[in-house]
């Protein structure tokens, strides 16, 4: 099982941009999807964007980050990244990685492994 810890959280301004970091430990790392979720203040947590275990393939629900978010990852590093551009106030949220052992990543219900969130706020 992998251990993941985010970074790259912060405080910036509408319009800017920020890159979330997720490292993973374990050997495994390449058989894992990952996936980014956020939670905002008096919200449930929510899916963002995932990609799948080789990187082809990536996912996300709705408008509200296409083409502003993307995701990345580095096997070979045992990383994963959130590339935030154009942020909204509404972007503001705790981040979490998240890791899903089917190696697909669609299925919000098979990630399985978090870690501890990464708070990002976006202000007017």
């Known amino acids: 099982q992998v251990h993941l810890v985010e970074s790259g959280g912060g405080l910036v301004q509408a319009g800017g941009s920020l890159r979330l970091s997720c490292a993973a430990s374990g050997r495994t790392f390449s058989r894992y999807a990952m996936g980014w979720f956020r939670q905002a203040p008096g919200k449930e947590r929510e899916f963002v964007i995932s990609?799948?275990?080789?990187?082809?393939?990536?996912?996300y629900v709705g408008d509200s980050v296409k083409g502003r978010f993307t995701i990345s990852r580095d096997n070979a590093k045992n990383m994963v990244y959130l590339q935030m551009n154009s942020l909204k106030v509404e972007d503001t949220a705790v981040y979490y990685c998240?890791?899903?052992?089917?190696?697909?990543?669609?299925?919000?219900?098979?990630?399985?492994?978090w870690g501890q969130g990464t708070q990002v706020t976006v202000s007017p």
């Open positions: 998240a890791a899903d052992s089917t190696g697909e990543g669609y299925a919000t219900h098979d990630f399985d492994v």
């Open positions: 990609i799948n275990s080789n990187g082809a393939k990536t996912y």
